[in-house]
């Protein structure tokens, strides 16, 4: 009996032992798959963002459109405003030249007058102190008529009064006057030439203006027409379609 028992214990032995080492190996094998698993196959706690839908990025586009529209027509307004102000300053300035060349015209006439009577011999009189204060009193009450006129600036009239830039208070009056006459025509003169870059100026000026306002107009113009929506053309429908056309049939007349 005993060596029954013992012959059982030494056969099934080794079998059991053979039996729980292979488990073993399987279940290590098993954790350390488990332990080795990539940390990306983790389910993840928050799901990823989804993107825009494609209504709300045509939403959105809308919004840009509409933003975009908006602040075209501002930009186009206001270069509206700027070329009305131009062109009325380009105005101004045309009136202005007209003028200053009407000035000229009118000082280039007096002193062709005067040019003409200065080429007669200038009369002889005493050359005494009374003549010689004579002259002086009639230069600078002609050029304080000429002052008061506009035809000399003040600093001119200083230069009269204290005989500097050629004015002699001993000069015969016809001299002064032609001498008057052709100092006033260069002040004109000069007036028109600078009357005459200012209106340049504001031409350009103007016509810019009027050019940038066009162009953001025919923007603004685009803009809004983006805006509205396209027209679908209505379809008929499918009774209309199915539908016969309408034939007219030739009948006699009938004869009483």
Same mark, same amino acid.
């Given at each position: 009996? !005993?060596? @029954?028992?013992?012959?059982?214990?030494?056969? #099934? %032995?080794?079998? &059991? =032992? *053979?039996?729980?080492? +292979?488990?073993?190996?399987?279940?290590?094998?098993?954790?350390?798959?488990?332990?080795?698993?990539?940390?990306?196959?983790?389910?993840?706690?928050?799901?990823?963002?989804?993107?825009?839908?494609?209504?709300?990025?045509?939403?959105? !586009?809308? @919004?840009?459109?509409?933003?975009?529209?908006? #602040? %075209?027509?501002? &930009? =186009? *307004?206001?270069?509206? +405003?700027?070329?009305?102000?131009?062109?009325?300053?380009?105005?101004?300035?045309?009136?202005?030249?007209?003028?200053?060349?009407?000035?000229?015209?009118?000082?280039?006439?007096?002193?062709?007058?005067?040019?003409?009577?200065?080429?007669?011999?200038?009369?002889?009189?005493?050359?005494?102190?009374?003549?010689?204060? &004579?002259?002086?009193?009639?230069?600078?009450?002609?050029?304080?008529?000429?002052?008061?006129?506009?035809?000399?600036?003040?600093?001119?009239?200083?230069?009269?009064?204290?005989?500097?830039?050629?004015?002699?208070?001993?000069?015969?009056?016809?001299?002064?006057?032609?001498?008057?006459?052709?100092?006033?025509?260069?002040?004109?003169?000069?007036?028109?030439?600078?009357?005459?870059?200012?209106?340049?100026?504001?031409?350009?000026?103007?016509?810019?203006?009027?050019?940038?306002?066009?162009?953001?107009?025919?923007?603004?113009?685009?803009?809004?027409?983006?805006?509205?929506?396209?027209?679908?053309?209505?379809?008929?429908?499918?009774?209309?379609?199915?539908?016969?056309?309408?034939?007219?049939?030739?009948?006699?007349?009938?004869?009483?």
């Amino acid at each position: 009996m !005993e060596t @029954v028992v013992f012959y059982q214990f030494v056969t #099934e %032995v080794p079998q &059991a =032992a *053979a039996i729980w080492s +292979t488990l073993f190996l399987l279940t290590l094998g098993l954790l350390t798959v488990l332990a080795a698993r990539p940390e990306r196959e983790r389910p993840a706690d928050d799901p990823p963002p989804a993107g825009p839908t494609v209504r709300e990025m045509a939403a959105a !586009e809308a @919004v840009d459109v509409r933003r975009y529209a908006e #602040e %075209v027509a501002v &930009a =186009a *307004a206001g270069a509206a +405003t700027t070329a009305r102000r131009r062109r009325a300053a380009w105005q101004t300035a045309q009136e202005q030249l007209e003028r200053a060349w009407t000035g000229y015209d009118e000082a280039d006439t007096a002193a062709r007058r005067f040019a003409g009577a200065g080429v007669l011999p200038t009369p002889q009189t005493p050359h005494t102190p009374a003549e010689y204060a &004579a002259r002086e009193r009639f230069l600078h009450r002609a050029a304080m008529a000429a002052y008061w006129r506009g035809d000399l600036t003040m600093a001119q009239l200083s230069d009269v009064f204290g005989h500097r830039r050629g004015w002699d208070p001993r000069r015969h009056p016809v001299e002064q006057e032609v001498l008057i006459s052709r100092v006033v025509r260069d002040a004109r003169l000069a007036d028109y030439q600078v009357a005459a870059g200012r209106e340049r100026a504001a031409w350009r000026d103007a016509e810019l203006a009027a050019e940038s306002a066009r162009t953001l107009a025919e923007e603004a113009y685009a803009a809004a027409a983006r805006l509205r929506p396209t027209p679908v053309p209505a379809r008929r429908s499918v009774a209309d379609a199915m539908r016969p056309a309408v034939v007219a049939r030739w009948r006699p007349a009938r004869v009483s």
